[in-house]
């Protein structure tokens, strides 16, 4: 994700909805995540998709590393022979479906 600009990438919601249109075009050309300020405070941050959808991958990613180390630690895994084994099996059953 980009670094938001604090001059440039941060707005009151006052603004925002006065100018919605001109934010998206800015989020689309820049790339730049906006945060949205509601009494001075952030209230929101608006990406673009494509933003979205690559940090959702990234989490996702992380996540399935996470998962496969606590599997390695609790000793959840497989020999590379029963892995052949049990992948043999699973297309089989799938064939003769």
Partial sequence: ???????????????????????????????HPLVITQNGKPAGVLLSPSEYDALVHGKNFIDSINRGLADADSRNVYRTEELQEELQKRRMQRGSK
């Avoid at 938001?4 to 800015?26: A, Q, R, Y």
């Fill in 1 to 31: 994700m980009k670094q938001i600009s604090i001059s440039n990438d941060i707005v009151p919601i006052g603004e925002f909805k006065t100018s919605i249109s001109k934010w998206l075009k800015s989020i689309r050309d820049t790339g």
